[in-house]
């Protein structure tokens, strides 16, 4: 069956980084897109990144652009998501997710996801 | 930016009765639209994506309509199990800007 686990949450300055790892199994890896999608503590959910399936094409929410890069290793089966300048407002909980198709499309596979707590 | 909004925020219902929540969105994002349910403590889950094709395992009660602008999910005979919070999601803009509406609460009556 699909598995998402999602690690490397935690707490972290402001001004600081931190990397979140994502690695998949139960399906093919190699030919999925990939998304981060975040939840701030009782809020609703919100698009943070999405790298194709071959990681040619990276595209980013305006709030994220420039601070935090996605990335993949497909002989590891693992998606990234590194994380710089972080500020109070990005704390939330941050899922993985797989795109249905291999063009854009609904996520259909979600991880438990990573919390992650920028505070000083 | 598209701008999703869903009504109500909140919708009390009884168990066996059935509920309809709706989504709009600011400009066309044609069919490419996804419903998410989502409990306490819980990853979303997908329910229907491409306005109203129902995604693996999801039953039959769920249903979802619209296209453009205006979108509905219905679920039809609540069970207990369908209580919670729903999203709805366009995919649609380029370059990429997925964005989730804010959120319906499905509460028991």
């Known amino acids: 069956q699909v598995q998402l686990v999602e690690s490397g949450g935690g707490v972290v300055q402001p001004g600081g980084s931190l990397r979140l790892s994502c690695v998949a199994s139960?399906?093919?890896?190699?030919?999925?897109?990939m998304h981060w999608v975040r939840q701030a503590p009782g809020k609703g959910l919100d698009w943070v990144a999405f790298i194709r399936y071959d990681g040619t094409n990276k595209y980013y929410a305006d709030s994220v652009k420039g601070r935090f890069t996605i990335s993949r290793d497909n002989s590891k089966n693992a998606v990234y998501l590194q994380m710089n300048s972080l500020r109070a407002d990005d704390t939330a909980v941050y899922y993985c997710a797989r795109d249905r198709t291999m063009i854009l499309d609904a996520l259909d596979y979600w991880g438990q996801g990573a919390l992650v707590t920028v505070s000083s | 930016e598209i701008v999703m909004t869903q009504s109500p925020a909140t919708l009390s219902v009884s168990p066996g009765e059935g509920a309809t929540l709706s989504c709009r969105a600011s400009q066309s994002v044609n069919n490419n639209l996804a419903w998410y349910q989502q409990k306490p403590g819980q990853a979303p889950r997908l329910l229907i994506y491409r306005a109203s094709t129902r995604a693996t395992g999801i039953p039959a009660r769920f249903s979802g309509s619209g296209s453009g602008t205006e979108f509905t999910l219905t679920i039809s005979s609540l069970q207990s199990e369908d209580f919670a919070v729903y999203y709805c999601?366009?995919?649609?803009?380029?370059?990429?800007?997925?964005?989730f509406g804010q959120g319906t609460k499905l509460e028991i009556k």
């Open positions: 999601q366009q995919y649609n803009n380029w370059p990429p800007m997925y964005t």
């Open positions: 139960g399906f093919t890896f190699s030919r999925s897109g």
